[in-house]
């Protein structure tokens, strides 16, 4: 058994070095065929025309052999296409460069400048005259007057320049992340691209093989249940050693790749284009689709660790049982499903504030668009967080969502479950969690106050939806930061990539506004306590070390005090730890202040030794 553990890790460590590797092989090749694909959907102009800049450019057909160099060359082709493509509707439906020479030359007739509307009657056609009329009207002579011809001429370019990109955009291309992934993942050649399937056997498969042989064979190198975390601390992968450090730095690259810079994971996201067709056929996997398998696979194979792990302690397992279900059916497979019948891909069970897009103009057009269930998923939306949330936050505490359903505690609780000691105890880390968490919740309210002003008026009220802003924000602007620092840098690089630095719930404890939405009601109103038996504590202070949220239970089961603690997930692990039994999760009434009441004597001390002194002498 010994030797199988040994085997699985290195099977893993090889699978991931491979996985790692895949990144630097095959070569990229912007071909016609891949950039017929890339742009698969979008007017044949847009192809033709890129193709041309390609050839132009001495770009198609040239093979790279990295990524790197291929968008190097390839971002400059975005903006030369947007030219070029602007140039030919201007010639088709716009205002051509010979009918703006006209217009100058009659507006800059003897050396001054009179440009007047009749000058534009006399040189375009009725459409557009009216469309140049509308953007130049103001520099219409004499109430605009002109120093120079060439001041004029700059000004009236520029405006001509703007009309006919407008009339184009249906045509123009963004050198954006989304772009950049797209065309260097369909110009991928090689051996990756050659060989999908062999490869996502090679790594995914091989992976799970490997860390299922470790983890499995646990389960007879150890056959008596319980929890073992002897060593816990001597272990250089879980006291921020060395390998922590290296699972760190993996992590954190991980998450800036995926989400800044996307196209260099382009080769990841091509190997598990086989499991993308079991949806869509002859499927092509988005950096998304990468996101989630990865987040599904780790979480199931964690998972069965948790379940050896904790398998006598039936609340751990039914409690894993239950965030996997959530994970592979609502976050993983509806998400891939639901598209295939027209209806928003969405994670059902993604509740406001966690869902900071809930109400942005794109999805909410995205549900609006999808006949009656699409409606019903948005209205769905609402009485989740409005109803559901808080009733069952009264019922049962945050932990019905935290530790059963949420997809970032269920990374927590099966991945992170191995760092769930290095959570921060100090009074100083209690601090900086009230300052963050409840800024961000209010920053999370105002985002979504600014956004959905928007979004009704651009629903309801087009006509009102011009400057995109309420309160003098920016609805875009407000959405896109909120976006980066929040969404991506502090519940992705920070959240998870911190995992081996500090610990397992960084993000649920300091930043998820619905974990503070949640909290609050949770302390001031609910059923939810943990009871102490402080009698039986003998202060080994397990409950407080594998608190994730760094809550420090043994105080409380020092004074035979309940648990009542805006940021207790309800994990239970406190419980499961605990060698005495002291420590319970219970759903009690809500008796106000005797829910948080502290005992003046400690439970089971309740006696005077002088007194019991005196009564022996008697
Ligand atoms: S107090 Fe116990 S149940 Fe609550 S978060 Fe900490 S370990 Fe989990
Ligand atoms: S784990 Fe149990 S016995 Fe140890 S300090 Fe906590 S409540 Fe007391």
């Given at each position: 058994m010994k030797f199988i553990r040994i085997a699985g890790l290195y099977i893993f460590i090889g699978s991931v070095l491979l996985f790692i590797a895949t990144l630097f092989m095959g070569n990229y090749t912007l071909s016609q065929t891949s950039i017929e694909k890339t742009f698969d959907g979008k007017d044949a102009k847009v192809t033709e025309t890129f193709i041309a800049v390609a050839k132009e450019n001495g770009v198609l057909d040239k093979t790279y052999n990295d990524q790197f160099s291929f968008i190097n060359d390839v971002k400059g082709l975005f903006d030369k296409h947007n030219e070029k493509i602007t140039q030919a509707v201007a010639e088709e439906k716009g205002i051509t460069s010979t009918q703006t020479k006209k217009i100058i030359n009659d507006a800059t007739q003897g050396g001054s400048v009179s440009y007047t509307k009749d000058v534009l009657e006399k040189n375009l056609a009725e459409a557009e005259v009216t469309s140049l009329d509308k953007a130049t009207n103001?520099?219409?002579?004499?109430?605009?007057?002109?120093?120079?011809?060439?001041?004029?001429?700059?000004?009236?370019?520029?405006k001509i320049s703007e009309i006919n990109k407008n009339k184009a955009k249906d045509f123009l291309l963004y050198d954006?992340?989304?772009?950049?992934?797209?065309?260097?993942?369909?110009?991928?050649?090689?051996?990756?691209?050659?060989?999908?399937?062999?490869?996502?056997?090679?790594?995914?498969?091989?992976?799970?093989?490997?860390?299922?042989?470790?983890?499995?064979?646990?389960?007879?190198?150890?056959?008596?249940?319980?929890?073992?975390?002897?060593?816990?601390?001597?272990?250089?992968?879980?006291n921020r050693g060395w390998v922590g450090i290296v699972v760190f730095g993996f992590l954190v690259s991980f998450y800036v790749l995926l989400y800044f810079h996307p196209y260099i994971i382009s080769n990841w996201t091509n190997i598990l284009d086989p499991v993308k067709s079991i949806f869509?056929?002859?499927?092509?996997?988005?950096?998304?689709?990468?996101?989630?398998?990865?987040?599904?696979?780790?979480?199931?194979?964690?998972?069965?660790?948790?379940?050896?792990?904790?398998?006598?302690?039936?609340?751990q397992v039914v409690r894993t049982a239950s965030v996997l279900f959530f994970q592979i059916i609502f976050a993983f497979l509806l998400v891939e499903i639901l598209p295939l019948f027209d209806l928003p891909g969405v994670d059902l069970k993604n509740a406001w504030p966690l869902?900071?897009?809930?109400?942005?103009?794109?999805?909410?057009?995205?549900?609006?668009?999808?006949?009656?269930?699409?409606?019903?998923?948005?209205?769905?939306?609402?009485?989740?967080?409005?109803?559901?949330?808080?009733?069952?936050?009264?019922?049962?505490?945050?932990?019905?969502?935290?530790?059963?359903?949420?997809?970032?505690?269920?990374?927590?609780?099966?991945?992170?479950?191995?760092?769930?000691?290095?959570s921060d105890k100090r009074l100083i880390a209690w601090k900086i969690e009230r300052w963050l968490l409840y800024p961000i919740l209010i920053f999370a309210i105002v985002m979504t106050v600014v956004v959905g002003y928007n979004t009704y008026n651009i629903v309801v009220t087009p006509e009102l939806a011009n400057d995109h802003t309420f309160l003098g924000i920016n609805a875009y602007a407000i959405n896109e930061w909120y976006g980066f620092f929040i969404g991506s840098i502090f519940a992705g690089v920070i959240g998870?990539?911190?995992?081996?630095?500090?610990?397992?719930?960084?993000?649920?404890?300091?930043?998820?506004?619905?974990?503070?939405?949640?909290?609050?009601?949770?302390?001031?109103?609910?059923?939810?306590?943990?009871?102490?038996?402080?009698?039986?504590?003998?202060?080994?202070?397990?409950?407080?070390?594998?608190?994730?949220?760094?809550?420090?239970?043994?105080?409380?089961?020092?004074?035979?005090?309940?648990?009542?603690?805006?940021?207790?997930?309800?994990c239970g692990v406190c419980s499961a730890v605990c060698p005495r039994g002291v420590l319970k999760l219970e759903n009690g009434n809500d008796d106000g202040a005797t829910r948080h009441e502290v005992p003046e004597v400690i439970l089971g001390n309740d006696m005077d030794l002088f007194e019991m002194l005196e009564e022996s002498k008697k």
């Amino acid at each position: 058994m010994k030797f199988i553990r040994i085997a699985g890790l290195y099977i893993f460590i090889g699978s991931v070095l491979l996985f790692i590797a895949t990144l630097f092989m095959g070569n990229y090749t912007l071909s016609q065929t891949s950039i017929e694909k890339t742009f698969d959907g979008k007017d044949a102009k847009v192809t033709e025309t890129f193709i041309a800049v390609a050839k132009e450019n001495g770009v198609l057909d040239k093979t790279y052999n990295d990524q790197f160099s291929f968008i190097n060359d390839v971002k400059g082709l975005f903006d030369k296409h947007n030219e070029k493509i602007t140039q030919a509707v201007a010639e088709e439906k716009g205002i051509t460069s010979t009918q703006t020479k006209k217009i100058i030359n009659d507006a800059t007739q003897g050396g001054s400048v009179s440009y007047t509307k009749d000058v534009l009657e006399k040189n375009l056609a009725e459409a557009e005259v009216t469309s140049l009329d509308k953007a130049t009207n103001w520099m219409y002579s004499p109430k605009k007057t002109y120093d120079s011809a060439e001041a004029f001429q700059k000004d009236l370019k520029t405006k001509i320049s703007e009309i006919n990109k407008n009339k184009a955009k249906d045509f123009l291309l963004y050198d954006n992340k989304y772009a950049r992934f797209n065309i260097t993942e369909r110009a991928a050649t090689g051996i990756i691209a050659d060989n999908k399937a062999l490869f996502l056997f090679l790594t995914f498969g091989l992976g799970i093989i490997g860390s299922l042989m470790f983890i499995i064979s646990r389960l007879f190198l150890k056959p008596i249940p319980g929890i073992k975390n002897n060593g816990i601390y001597l272990n250089n992968a879980t006291n921020r050693g060395w390998v922590g450090i290296v699972v760190f730095g993996f992590l954190v690259s991980f998450y800036v790749l995926l989400y800044f810079h996307p196209y260099i994971i382009s080769n990841w996201t091509n190997i598990l284009d086989p499991v993308k067709s079991i949806f869509i056929e002859n499927g092509s996997a988005s950096q998304w689709f990468l996101y989630g398998i990865l987040y599904t696979v780790s979480m199931t194979v964690m998972g069965i660790r948790m379940f050896i792990k904790y398998r006598h302690n039936q609340y751990q397992v039914v409690r894993t049982a239950s965030v996997l279900f959530f994970q592979i059916i609502f976050a993983f497979l509806l998400v891939e499903i639901l598209p295939l019948f027209d209806l928003p891909g969405v994670d059902l069970k993604n509740a406001w504030p966690l869902d900071y897009n809930f109400l942005t103009d794109w999805n909410v057009k995205n549900y609006l668009d999808s006949g009656h269930l699409g409606k019903f998923m948005f209205f769905w939306g609402f009485i989740l967080s409005i109803v559901v949330v808080p009733l069952l936050v009264y019922i049962y505490g945050k932990r019905w969502y935290c530790s059963w359903v949420c997809g970032c505690g269920g990374l927590a609780e099966t991945l992170g479950d191995p760092y769930r000691q290095l959570s921060d105890k100090r009074l100083i880390a209690w601090k900086i969690e009230r300052w963050l968490l409840y800024p961000i919740l209010i920053f999370a309210i105002v985002m979504t106050v600014v956004v959905g002003y928007n979004t009704y008026n651009i629903v309801v009220t087009p006509e009102l939806a011009n400057d995109h802003t309420f309160l003098g924000i920016n609805a875009y602007a407000i959405n896109e930061w909120y976006g980066f620092f929040i969404g991506s840098i502090f519940a992705g690089v920070i959240g998870t990539g911190f995992y081996p630095l500090l610990g397992n719930r960084t993000w649920c404890r300091f930043g998820c506004p619905l974990a503070a939405y949640m909290g609050l009601i949770q302390r001031f109103k609910s059923k939810f306590r943990i009871t102490t038996n402080g009698g039986q504590c003998i202060s080994c202070g397990n409950c407080s070390t594998y608190c994730e949220q760094g809550i420090d239970v043994r105080a409380y089961a020092q004074k035979g005090q309940n648990i009542v603690r805006a940021s207790c997930v309800g994990c239970g692990v406190c419980s499961a730890v605990c060698p005495r039994g002291v420590l319970k999760l219970e759903n009690g009434n809500d008796d106000g202040a005797t829910r948080h009441e502290v005992p003046e004597v400690i439970l089971g001390n309740d006696m005077d030794l002088f007194e019991m002194l005196e009564e022996s002498k008697k």
